[in-house]
T-cell receptor, first 116, second 114 residues
Framework: GAVVSQHPSRVICKSGTSVKIECRSL??????MFWYRQFPKQSLMLMAT?????????EQGVEKDKFLINHASLTLSTLTVTSAHPEDSSFYIC????????????FGSGTRLTVV | AQKITQTQPGMFVQEKEAVTLDCTYD???????LFWYKQPSSGEMIFLIY??????QNATEGRYSLNFQKARKSANLVISASQLGDSAMYFC???????????FGKGTLLTVNP
């Protein structure tokens, strides 16, 4: 079935540095990628939607200059958390469309970001 | 805009028994899709079952079935013969409109007791 590889699975970074998270579709072309953020014991909140070759669409309240999304190819989308602060510590997960099976949505395995 | 409401923060069930996880939704789109996902402590999102708004029959996938009551706008997940490995967070989600965004509920933490 469709697979989205998300890396890294865990990352610890110092406050003020930037962190890049990659989501790569391994066996299909992902025209659309969704990026979610999940705080402990809470739901997945959509941060942005990216379409290959165009600028990402951010949800209300999400700082586009802080969370840079690049979807330069049909198989790779990246989320860069710039100038990270402890409050950015969270679980980030991507979901790609169209996948095969699962009615189109293929999730990455998630990245647990800790900013110290 | 779409909205999902899951009113059960936590549920307990004995192994081998059935359990129902509640989900109600709100949408103005005539065409929509309802999803259930399982999220174990590892964080991955595991697709369980899907119900389309025009599907005439309730969806079933192995031990999972969806009790779809369109008039009540509810899409409850039924897990039969619970197993210890079913212990996890369960999220209901809705896709509506042309942007294919998924909106998730707050989730229900299911604990299966031996």
């Amino acid at each position: 079935g469709a697979v989205v590889s998300q890396h890294p699975s865990r990352v610890i970074c110092k406050s003020g540095t930037s962190v890049k998270i990659e989501c790569r579709s391994l066996d299909f072309q992902a025209t659309t990628m969704f990026w979610y953020r999940q705080f402990p014991k809470q739901s997945l909140m959509l941060m942005a939607t990216s379409n290959e070759g165009s600028k990402a669409t951010y949800e209300q309240g999400v700082e586009k200059d802080k969370f840079l999304i690049n979807h330069a190819s049909l198989t790779l989308s990246t989320l860069t958390v710039t100038s990270a602060h402890p409050e950015d510590s969270s679980f980030y997960i991507c979901s790609a469309l169209p996948g095969t099976g699962n009615y189109g949505y293929t999730f990455g395995s998630g990245t647990r970001l800790t900013v110290v | 805009a779409q909205k999902i409401t899951q009113t059960q923060p936590g549920m307990f069930v004995q192994e081998k028994e059935a359990v129902t996880l509640d989900c109600t939704y709100d949408t103005s789109d005539p065409s929509y899709g309802l999803f259930w996902y399982k999220q174990p402590s590892s964080g991955e999102m595991i697709f369980l079952i899907y119900q389309g708004s025009y599907d005439q029959q309730n969806a079933t996938e192995g031990r999972y079935s969806l009790n779809f009551q369109k008039a009540r706008k509810s899409a409850n997940l039924v897990i039969s013969a619970s197993q210890l490995g079913d212990s996890a967070m369960y999220f209901c989600a809705i896709r509506g409109g042309s942007n294919y965004k998924l909106t998730f509920g707050k989730g229900t933490l299911l604990t299966v007791n031996p």
